[in-house]
DNA sequence: CTGTATTTGTTCGTATGTATT
DNA sequence: AAATACATACGAACAAATACA
């Protein structure tokens, strides 16, 4: 029902690395599109249920794995894999 | 008296709170007349020492309550009394 | 009609304080 | 002590709507 996922603020992973494990999943699934926007930080942090610094973690995660590339004032944006 | 409002940041209440209650006391006290036009975001976040971010804020909170209307593009008037 | 200036709107970036582990 | 997590606040960049010459 929920659609929600469920991070689990008390679970073995850390909240942020649950966050990214996600967000790469729904990149993986094909659920973000190469070169799609996705929805801004803050609201990643309320449709998570976790603050703004532990999605910034997250994202700081994707995009050393080279998932995902941020500009500043624009947006975030799902990386084509070359 | 003052003048000039204090914003305490490190007062009891958030910042944007108090300056939400400085600008309905200024409606209130008809400084700030019926139709009126509010000098623009910025230049209140500039006189109160506050960040854009506040000053969003606190609008939101008047607009909330009745007290202004804001229009994109063109800026924020205070709303007749009924 | 075409710019340009003004003003609000959105989004990412950074800093600080507190609590918890 | 150090890292995580949350909340607030400030700052910077990008964008859109409006007005007007």
Known sequence: MS??????????????VQ???????RIESGEWEPNRRLPPERELADFYGVSYDSVRRATAMLREQGLIVTVHGRGTFVKPRH
Do not use: Q
């Open 3 to 16: 659609g929600v996922p469920a991070i689990d603020p008390n679970g073995a992973e850390l909240v942020y």
């Open 19 to 25: 966050v990214a494990n996600h967000m790469a999943a």
